[in-house]
C-alpha cells in the first residue's frame, strides 16, 4: 500500500504540493519550489523557517519551536517549518519575512576597457549544398568550407553538434554561422551552429553562496547585453558553505540535490538573460563561472567531505572546461562551461575574478580587497614583490540579514540607515515603506549608533538601564521600530543574540585583515586602497563600519566601492583567452593563509569581536 | 584580596587581574588560593555565559587570562603541592574539527580541580586516541566538538577504542556548542556536559575524587 500523501498549501503565495505523510513543512516547501529561509538547513537552530498553521494538522512543537517562538505565538499556530511534520493536510501561512526572495540583487560593477579575445570564433560561411555530384556528409562540407574560408584545419565536432546541423542547413540553406572553439588552438572544435546573421555570445555568472548575478554579453564586441541576479536556491538547505557541504556529503542523494538545484538556477538564468537579450540559447556559446571553492565544488558535483573539515582541501582546484550540458544547462550543444581554477581553502574562482577585474595583480600600491559575503574573502596586494596573499573568514550569512531575529535582506521594508540620537531614532527603510525588518547596512548602521549612544558596551553587550532597551527572558534588546509604526505588525528589535552575530561576522573579517597585514609585514597605514567589493560592500555606510571595527580605520578617501567585481572578472574571462591565462597565473601565484591555524587567532578574535571606543579620531594619523 | 581578583576576572579587568596575581603572590599569597580565585571566577563567567548576559569574547577572554595567571603560578605550585594530582584525563578536539575554545577552559577546570590533564590539542585523528590511552592510561577521556561533522568522529573515536579493547578502561564524555543527549548516544560517549562545570563534575563522579 503506498504510504498515504496530504495536501500543503502555502499561502499568501498560493502554491499547492501533495506530499508523503510525515515530511516536514520546510521538506513540503522546498518541493514546491518555495524558497523558505532556512539557515541552518532544517536542523532547527536558526529559528528562521517560522510560519503559521491556518489549518490541519502537525507534529506538536518541541524544545526547538519554543526556543524561537512564544507561547502566544505557538497557540496562534506559529511554528518552525524543520520540526512541523505534516499529518494531514494543511494550509500554511508563510510570513514575507521567511521568504527568501525579492530582494535588491546589486549585478553591477565597474568594468574597463578590455581587448576581446573570446574562446570562440563565430565564423559566417556559405556551404555548397550536396548534390549527386558532390556526396560529401554534411559536416565533412562544413569543416572542409572552414577550411578554405578560415584556414582551420581538422575542426572536430561532437554527434550533439551534428544533429543540430543538418536540419539547420536545409533550412537555412547552407547559409551558417559556425560557432567554432579554440579557432587559435591546437584542437579546434565545432560547438554550434546558428543561422548566418546571429552573433555568438557568452554567459558570465558569479555563483555566490547567497546570490548569484549573471550576464550576457556580445563575444565579439564584449558588450554586456544582459544582466540578473537572483538568490541561490541552494540557501534552503542551509545559509553558510559548511552546513551545505555537510548535506552534500551525508549522502550522494544529498549531493546530486544540491548540484541539481543549482543547475536549474542557472539554467533558468541562461533562459531569461537570452529572453532579455532578445537572442536564442543555442547562440550562448561559451560560458564561464566563478564562484567560492564550495560552490564550485556543489556546482561540479566533487567529494565535499574533506573541504568542510580541518584542513580544508579542494577535491581539484585548477580550471577546468565541462560540457554545459552535463551542468544541466540547455546552450549552444556543445557550449562548454569554463571555470577559473581555485586558489586555496575557500579562496575560490570568484576571488580570482575579483583580483583580476580590481587590476590586484597589477597595483603599484600597497592594496587590500574584501569581498564580502557568506564567506568573505580578503586579498592583500604588496608592491614590487608580485606578491598576492588571500584568506577566507567565515563571517556568516548576519550582513546578508540571517541569524538576525527581524533580519531580511535587502528587499522594500528592510531598514537600510539608523540614526540614534536625544529625540530618538531615526530610520531610512527601503522604498521608504514602513519597516519589516533590517538589512546588513541597517545592522552595521544599528551597531554603531547603539555604540555612539552609550546603549552598548565595548564588549557589545546591551545597557539593561538604559533608554530604549528592554529585556525579557530571552535577553536584552532595542526597539527600532515599536508595532504601531512597522509594516509587519510586530516591533522590529535589535536583541543582544543579534549583536552576539554581527560580533561574529564582523571579529572574522576584521581578524582576516589584522592577520593578512601581520602576515605580510604590512602596517595598516602602509594600505593606499581597500576595495571593496560585493552587493553588501556597495550599500553599506562605510563610517558605520569604520566606527564598529569592521574595517581598519583608514582616511575615506582610500576606500573604494566597486560593486561586483567578481562578476566584472567573470565576464573578463569569459571575453579573453589573455585574461583567462590570467587568471590561472593570480591563482598560481596568491598565497593562501588559513586563519584559524594562525598563531593567536583566538586572542584576535576575541579582540575584533569587541567594539572600538565611539570617540575615535576620524582618521588615523598618516 | 582574592575575592577582588575574582572579580577581576569575572568582569574580565585584564590587567587587574594580572596585577593582583603579581601582587597576590609577591605577598605570599598560597599559588593554589589563586587558582581557586580563578575557578570561583570561572564559575561566575559560566553562569553569566549561561543567562546570555556574556558571550564568546568573554569566554575566549577568561581563557587566555586563566592561561596567563597558571602560567604565573604553576611553577610555583610544584614545588608547594608535588605529587598531589589526582585522576588521569585525555582531553582533545575530535578529527576534523579545530574549535578549542571550550575545551580550553574545560582543560583548565579540570587542571584546577586537581585532575591531571594531558591535552592532545585540536583535530585528533582517532588513532592518536587509542595510542595515548594505552601510554597515559587515563581514567576519563573527554572529547570536544563543535562541527556538526565532529559527531561522525566522536563515534569513530569511541568505536576505535571499543576495537581497541580498551573502551572498559575509560569513562568518555563528549562537550562542545551543539552536543546533547542524542549525540551522546549517537556516538556511544558515557556522558555529555554542557560546560566545563559539568565536565568537572562528571570526571569527579566517575573518579571518585572530591
Known amino acids: ?622 | 584580596m582574592s575575592d577582588e581578583l575574582v572579580k577581576a576576572i569575572a568582569d574580565m579587568q585584564e590587567e587587574e587581574a594580572l596585577a593582583l596575581t603579581k601582587k597576590l603572590l609577591d605577598g605570599g599569597a598560597e599559588p593554589i588560593a589563586i587558582l581557586n580565585a580563578c575557578r570561583a571566577a570561572m564559575e561566575i563567567v559560566g553562569q553569566r555565559f549561561e543567562k546570555n548576559e556574556y558571550f564568546i569574547p568573554e569566554l575566549i577572554l577568561a581563557g587566555e587570562m586563566l592561561k596567563t595567571i597558571s602560567a604565573e603560578v604553576k611553577p610555583r605550585l610544584k614545588q608547594s603541592v608535588d605529587g598531589k594530582k589526582g585522576a588521569k584525563v585525555l582531553l582533545g578536539t575530535v578529527q576534523g574539527d579545530i574549535h578549542d575554545i571550550g575545551k580550553d577552559i574545560v582543560s583548565f577546570m579540570l587542571d584546577v580541580n586537581g585532575f591531571e590533564v594531558k591535552d592532545l590539542g585540536v583535530d585528533v585523528p582517532v588513532a592518536k586516541f587509542v595510542e595515548e590511552i594505552k601510554t597515559y592510561q587515563p581514567a576519563v577521556v573527554a572529547l570536544s566538538g563543535f562541527l556538526t561533522l565532529a559527531y561522525t568522529s566522536m563515534k569513530e573515536t569511541v568505536e576505535a577504542i571499543a576495537a581497541a579493547g580498551l573502551r572498559q578502561q575509560v569513562k568518555i564524555m563528549i562537550g562542545g556548542g551543539t552536543m546533547d543527549q542524542q549525540i551522546c548516544a549517537y556516538a556511544g560517549a558515557d556522558a555529555f556536559g554542557k560546560d566545563a562545570m559539568a565536565a568537572v563534575a562528571l570526571a569527579k563522579e566517575w573518579t571518585g575524587a572530591k
Open chain 1, 1 to 622: 500500500m503506498p504510504a498515504p500523501t496530504h495536501q500543503v498549501d502555502f499561502e499568501p503565495i498560493g502554491k499547492r504540493v501533495d506530499v508523503p505523510a510525515g515530511v516536514t513543512l520546510l521538506d513540503a516547501a522546498r518541493q514546491a519550489g518555495i524558497g523558505l529561509a532556512s539557515v541552518c538547513g532544517g536542523e532547527g537552530t536558526c529559528g528562521r523557517c517560522r510560519v503559521a498553521v491556518m489549518t490541519g494538522e502537525v507534529s506538536p512543537p518541541v524544545d526547538a519551536d519554543r526556543r524561537f517562538l512564544s507561547q502566544l505565538e505557538l497557540d496562534a499556530g506559529q511554528r518552525l517549518a524543520c520540526r512541523a511534520h505534516i499529518h494531514s493536510d494543511v494550509k500554511v501561512n508563510v510570513p514575507k519575512a521567511s521568504l527568501v526572495t525579492d530582494q535588491r540583487l546589486q549585478v553591477g560593477g565597474l568594468m574597463r576597457e578590455l581587448a576581446v579575445e573570446a574562446a570562440i570564433r563565430a565564423c559566417a560561411l556559405e556551404v555548397t549544398a550536396p548534390s549527386l555530384r558532390d556526396l560529401r556528409s554534411d559536416l565533412d562540407r562544413v569543416t572542409e568550407a572552414l577550411d578554405t574560408a578560415f584556414g582551420l584545419r581538422r575542426v572536430a565536432a561532437e554527434p550533439a553538434v551534428v544533429r543540430q546541423l543538418s536540419p539547420l542547413a536545409r533550412q537555412t540553406e547552407w547559409r551558417l554561422t559556425t560557432y567554432v572553439r579554440g579557432a587559435r588552438g591546437r584542437d579546434p572544435e565545432i560547438v554550434g551552429f546558428a543561422p548566418s546573421d546571429r552573433r555568438a555570445v557568452g554567459l558570465a555568472v558569479d555563483l555566490g553562496t547567497t546570490k548569484i548575478a549573471g550576464y550576457l554579453v556580445d563575444l565579439e564586441s564584449g558588450a554586456e547585453l544582459a544582466s540578473a541576479g537572483l538568490m541561490n536556491p541552494q540557501i534552503g538547505y542551509g545559509e553558510d558553505v559548511i552546513s551545505r557541504l555537510v548535506h552534500a556529503s551525508r549522502s550522494a542523494d544529498g549531493a546530486r540535490e544540491l548540484a541539481r538545484v543549482v543547475q536549474e538556477a542557472l539554467d533558468n538564468l541562461a533562459g531569461s538573460l537570452a529572453e532579455q537579450a532578445g537572442v536564442t540559447r543555442d547562440q550562448i556559446a561559451e560560458a564561464c563561472i566563478v564562484g567560492n571553492t564550495a560552490m564550485h565544488h556543489l556546482l561540479l558535483g566533487l567529494p565535499t567531505r574533506q573541504l568542510a573539515v580541518a584542513p580544508f582541501v579542494a577535491a581539484a582546484s585548477a580550471a577546468v572546461d565541462v560540457r554545459a550540458r552535463d551542468l544541466g544547462l540547455a546552450l549552444a550543444p556543445g557550449a562548454y562551461v569554463h571555470v577559473p581554477p581555485c586558489v586555496g581553502g575557500f579562496v575560490g574562482a570568484d576571488h580570482v575574478a575579483m583580483v583580476l577585474a580590481a587590476d590586484l595583480d597589477r597595483a603599484d600600491r600597497v592594496a587590500v580587497g574584501v569581498d564580502i559575503g557568506t564567506n568573505t574573502e580578503i586579498v592583500l596586494c604588496r608592491p614590487g614583490a608580485n606578491y598576492l596573499t588571500s584568506a577566507s573568514c567565515a563571517s556568516g550569512p548576519a550582513f546578508e540579514g540571517a541569524h538576525i531575529r527581524d533580519g531580511m535582506r535587502a528587499a522594500t521594508g528592510a531598514i537600510e540607515a539608523v540614526r540614534i540620537t536625544a529625540g530618538g531614532v531615526q530610520l531610512k527603510t527601503i522604498g521608504d515603506a514602513p519597516a519589516v525588518g533590517i538589512c546588513g547596512s541597517g545592522i552595521v548602521d544599528a551597531m554603531a549608533e547603539l555604540r555612539r549612544a552609550g546603549l552598548m558596551n565595548e564588549r557589545g553587550r546591551l545597557n539593561r538601564a538604559a533608554p530604549g532597551v528592554r529585556a525579557d527572558e530571552r535577553g536584552p534588546e532595542f526597539v527600532l521600530a515599536p508595532a504601531a509604526q512597522s509594516g509587519s505588525g510586530r516591533d522590529v528589535v535589535v536583541t543582544q543574540g543579534d549583536v552576539n552575530e554581527i560580533q561574529l561576522a564582523k571579529g572574522a573579517i576584521q581578524t582576516g585583515i589584522a592577520i593578512l597585514l601581520e602576515a605580510t609585514g604590512t602596517a595598516p597605514q602602509e594600505v593606499d586602497e581597500v576595495i571593496i567589493a560585493g552587493a553588501f560592500g556597495s550599500f553599506l555606510n562605510l563610517d558605520s563600519a569604520l566606527d564598529i571595527g569592521l574595517l581598519p580605520r583608514l582616511p575615506r578617501a582610500r576606500y573604494a566601492q566597486v560593486g561586483n567585481a567578481a562578476g566584472v572578472g567573470a565576464k573578463a574571462i569569459l571575453l579573453s583567452l589573455k585574461e583567462r591565462g590570467r587568471a590561472q597565473h593570480i591563482a598560481r601565484r596568491t598565497g593562501y593563509i588559513e586563519l584559524t591555524t594562525f598563531p593567536g587567532f583566538q586572542r584576535r578574535f576575541a579582540h575584533s569581536m569587541l567594539f572600538p571606543a565611539p570617540a575615535a579620531p576620524a582618521v588615523a594619523p598618516v
